[in-house]
């Protein structure tokens, strides 16, 4: 899920030894426009201060996070439509903290990696499934970033890719309101 799906399809770049019988995609991040000279400034800031909390980053990206969202209760609604899974995230301190400079770093290098053209792929029949809530700021619908995940796939060979947009959902697919439709596609996608 979300940064997870980045780690999976690195890991299917790196690694076609056709160890994987069945992929699962939900949340899937943009590629957003600047990464690159943001990534650089990360890394300078990670060499300098890589320990160091970057709530900056935070801040600024669950602003834009939140710009579509209607009558906020929290900063935080962008994940679900679900208040009381917005305010256990919220109250979890493992979850609700801003990574440091180095966090931003790798996560940016992750975004840059998983969309850039150096991909072989030796398994182009691959069942691939992404999974998205349809007001999921994260793969940022606005300009087409949800179709631009799944248009890499397909342009470096994966055929064999579906998705399924839930309507009554945002970033948290399994903690929101679609999550049972969720849990019975993810069962069928497995079955197949």
């Known amino acids: 899920h979300s940064m997870g799906s980045l780690y999976a399809r690195s890991y299917l770049k790196r690694y076609q030894d056709h160890s994987i019988d069945q992929l699962i995609l939900m949340g899937s991040p943009y590629k957003p426009v600047g990464l690159r000279p943001l990534k650089a400034l990360l890394s300078v800031l990670s060499k300098l201060k890589p320990k160091q909390k970057a709530q900056w980053i935070a801040n600024a990206t669950n602003k834009t996070f939140m710009k579509n969202i209607d009558n906020p209760k929290t900063e935080l609604d962008w994940l679900s439509f679900d208040e009381d899974n917005v305010k256990e995230y919220i109250s979890d301190p493992y979850c609700n903290f801003p990574f440091t400079y180095s966090g931003y770093y790798n996560l940016f290098a992750l975004l840059d990696e998983v969309y850039n053209h150096n991909w072989e792929n030796n398994q182009s029949n ?53 999550q049972n439709i969720a849990i019975n596609d993810i069962i069928h996608f497995i079955k197949k």
Not at 136 to 163: H, M, T, W
């Open 126 to 178: 691959l069942p691939i499934l992404f999974m998205i809530g349809q007001e999921d700021p994260c793969p940022d619908f606005e300009r087409d970033g949800f179709n631009q995940a799944i248009l890499k796939l397909k342009n470096v060979g994966y055929s064999n890719i579906d998705a399924i947009v839930y309507e009554n959902s945002r970033h948290e697919i399994l903690n929101d309101f679609d």
